[in-house]
Nanobody
Framework: QMQLVESGGGLVQTGGSLTLACAASGRTSWWSFSTYAIGWFRQAPGQAREFVAAVDWSGNNVYYSDSVKGRFTISRDNAKNTVYLQMNSLKPEDTAVYYC?????????????????WGQGTQVTVSS
């Protein structure tokens, strides 16, 4: 069964950059991972989990929330079973636990309930 593991979080100053990775592990072939759309979500303390970005199985279709559009870039390398989230121009309001999630469908909806598999999350803290 495929599992998702996030990495790359940390502490960064305002205006800095981080790259998060979401790697599939377990009994996952290149083929099976490539059939999953992957989304990134985040959750700040006391707030609901919110959509950040998503990429379809091919990597050719991406979708961003308005709050990160132009600053974050999502991409995937199916040969490595990994999806990346490049985060630039970080702001204190980007501070949250970031989760990746998988959906075995061609669509990339921005709703948490549409995704079937979730990672454990990685903390991103942006200091002012």
């Amino acid at each position: 069964q495929m599992q998702l593991v996030e990495s790359g979080g940390g502490l960064v100053q305002t205006g800095g950059s981080l790259t998060l990775a979401c790697a599939a592990s377990g009994r996952t072939s290149w083929w099976s991972f490539s059939t999953y759309a992957i989304g990134w979500f985040r959750q700040a303390p006391g707030q609901a989990r919110e959509f950040v970005a998503a990429v379809d199985w091919s990597g050719n279709n991406v979708y961003y929330s308005d709050s990160v559009k132009g600053r974050f870039t999502i991409s995937r390398d199916n040969a490595k079973n990994t999806v990346y989230l490049q985060m630039n121009s970080l702001k204190p309001e980007d501070t949250a636990v970031y989760y990746c999630a998988g959906r075995s469908s061609v669509n990339i909806p921005p709703m948490t309930g549409a995704y079937e598999r979730w990672g454990q999350g990685t903390q991103v803290t942006v200091s002012s």
